[in-house]
């Protein structure tokens, strides 16, 4: 009889994703309006995740994809992700960047973010 062990080599995090906002768009010190005014991305998280796409959808000339985000909680137990923000994250190979639909938290310390992913 054989045996197969499914949690061999296995990691429960095994990707590296970042929860970030858009910065604000300033007005640069010599006051120009035309260019240099984006504030970049503001680094909320980055934390080692597991990324499973849950739904695909084509319609209109856009495609809509949604992940399923796990990650552990910060040891500090607060979680600073929260809906509206952006993530992004490269899965081997295939990169997901999309927007925070909604967050969780699990009493196992674990939390959960959906993501939405949309292309025209």
């Known amino acids: 009889m054989a045996y197969i062990d499914r949690d061999i080599l ?4 095994v990707y ?7 910065g604000q768009n300033m007005i640069p010190p010599d006051g120009s309006l035309f260019g240099g005014g984006d504030g970049g991305e503001v680094e909320v998280l980055r ?14 000339g856009s495609i809509t994809a949604n992940y399923d985000v796990y990650f552990p909680i910060p ?4 979680v600073p992700v929260e809906r509206g923000m ?7 190979g295939l990169t997901v960047s999309g927007l925070v639909v909604s967050v969780g938290v699990s009493r196992l310390g ?9 292309e025209i």
């Open 110 to 118: 674990k939390a959960h973010a959906y993501i939405r992913c949309t």
């Open 86 to 92: 952006n993530f992004r994250c490269d899965t081997s």
């Open 75 to 78: 040891e500090d137990g607060i």
């Open 10 to 13: 296995r990691e429960e995090f």
């Open 16 to 22: 590296d994703g970042l929860f970030y906002t858009k």
């Open 47 to 60: 934390t080692k995740c597991d990324v499973i796409e849950t739904n695909r959808s084509f319609a209109s």
